[in-house]
């Protein structure tokens, strides 16, 4: 049931953009619900004035309860703001849920120009496995819930390892009330990516992989060998060509200075292999993040840079008939390192808050079967303690909702301060495009929350 309009306003969080389409509607997005909606001019016009100054137009109460459904109407004394730091709170600090990212090893069958990973330890976690499965055990007993993922290196040279971890760890846990989660999605160079490993990583519970293309076989070739310089273009598209129908497959493209004028030259050789439809895609910025990118810095975009590409890729893909699950959710935290029950395993059992850290040895967290704990280490509170509610910047953002302070990697330690996330410049030029992908109405309402 709506309340009555004199005890609502509009939310802070309401994003709105021309709809490209009709050019007489408007898309409107909330931040706050992940909900999105094609109005025509009188409700946006409803919306604006009721924001401004608490007038509005004669509307349907069908219209009025649509938008109390969809957020962007809410209680007059709801604050916002309180409600995202609740929520923030309380996933970064929950007790019952541990996330555990297992690294079976650093090692890789490619060489990637702009690999931000240490190669040390070079070992495998194989030897250690009783140490890592006593850890686990420890941590059946604390938490109700340990969700379990696999990463690399290149996880999938090590998927018969990891298949016997997890029924290890599935026997452990079958004798205690707590439940071991499979994380149902894995990131891969894709080269190994055979159909009978699809098959393999369908028994562990995995659905979705991502798999990395940095556009036509020319570049893509030179940014992405294998260890020996050899070309991996053909072999991974072939190999995502042949799992598609097992798995869900997204392609990433690492978007640098080195591709990205060649974008759109790889959506059409996916269009040529009759993927549009059966894949996602989206871009991600190269960055040099640590001593093992840092030779390839001066190749990476500048966020801003970056932002203005995005938008004619979203034009691009969208107009040759792809899939793209590429836009802006809720978030309850930005990742697993600012949150205080989670943990990343190397191959050495050493422990790190960050993927970008695994092999950095000043940046461990703790080690496996050493003291101090995890808990007692520097670096683990300055992750947890990291707020973005104490930036004023973030505060008075209205991209909040979907960024929550940002990366917590550069707020700590690398850069000192918050990041905005792309879509600070470009998601109202996005907008339209998201809302023609999803041929949104306005009784469509997504309830998507990240880090869930």
């Known amino acids: 049931m709506c309340p009555d309009l004199d005890s609502l306003k509009v939310s802070r969080y309401l994003i709105s953009a021309n709809d490209r389409v009709s050019r007489t509607s408007w898309i409107v997005y909330c931040l706050m619900t992940n909900a999105l909606a094609r109005i025509d001019r009188v409700e946006f016009d409803f919306l604006c004035r009721f924001k401004r100054s608490g007038n509005w137009p004669e509307l349907p109460a069908s219209t009025i309860a649509h938008f109390y459904k969809l957020g962007m109407l809410i209680d007059q004394n709801l604050d916002e703001l309180a409600v995202l730091k609740a929520k923030n709170r309380r996933m970064r600090f929950r007790n019952d849920k541990f996330r555990l990212m297992v690294n079976p090893s650093l090692n890789c069958n490619l060489r990637c120009q702009y690999c931000y990973q240490e190669k040390e330890p070079s070992g495998t976690l194989a030897p250690h496995t009783e140490m890592l499965l006593k850890y686990l055990e420890g941590l059946a007993g604390s938490h109700s819930v340990v969700e379990l993922s696999y990463y690399g290196g290149e996880a999938l040279l090590h998927l018969d390892w990891m298949q016997r971890f997890y029924d290890s760890a599935s026997k452990i846990f079958a004798r205690t009330e707590s439940k071991l989660k499979m994380n149902n999605s894995i990131v891969t160079n894709g080269y190994l990516l055979t159909r009978n490993k699809a098959e393999q990583l369908r028994d562990l519970g995995v659905e979705h992989v991502q798999v990395t293309l940095d556009g036509p076989p020319r570049i893509h070739d030179m940014l992405r ?221 997504p309830q998507r929350f990240g880090c869930e």
């Open 225 to 445: 060998p294998t260890l020996d310089g050899k070309p991996t273009f053909s072999r991974i598209l072939s190999n995502v060509e042949d799992v598609c129908d097992l798995l869900s497959v997204t392609v990433r493209v690492n978007v640098s200075k080195q591709n990205s004028n060649d974008l759109v030259e790889l959506l059409d050789i996916l269009v040529d292999r009759k993927l549009r439809n059966r894949i996602n895609i989206y871009l991600g910025p190269t960055e040099a993040t640590t001593r093992a990118s840092a030779c390839f810095s001066r190749d990476c975009l500048e966020m801003a840079e970056f932002a203005n590409l995005v938008p004619s890729f979203y034009r691009a893909a969208l107009q040759r008939g792809f899939l793209l699950d590429w836009s802006p959710s809720p978030k309850s935290a930005f990742c697993m390192a600012d949150c205080v029950d989670s943990s990343i395993v190397g191959p050495d059992l050493g422990l790190w808050k960050c993927p970008h850290h695994l092999g950095v040895g000043e940046l461990k967290i703790g080690q496996l079967g050493r003291d101090p704990l995890p808990q007692e280490d520097a670096l683990h509170f300055r992750f947890i303690s990291w707020d973005p509610f104490a930036s004023r910047r973030c505060m008075e953002c209205d991209l909040l909702p979907v960024c929550m302070g940002g990366c917590p990697d550069y707020a700590v330690r690398a850069v000192g301060q918050p990041r905005c996330e792309h879509w600070k410049t470009n998601l109202t030029e996005v907008l339209p495009w998201i809302g023609l992908e999803q041929e949104c109405a306005l009784d469509v309402m």
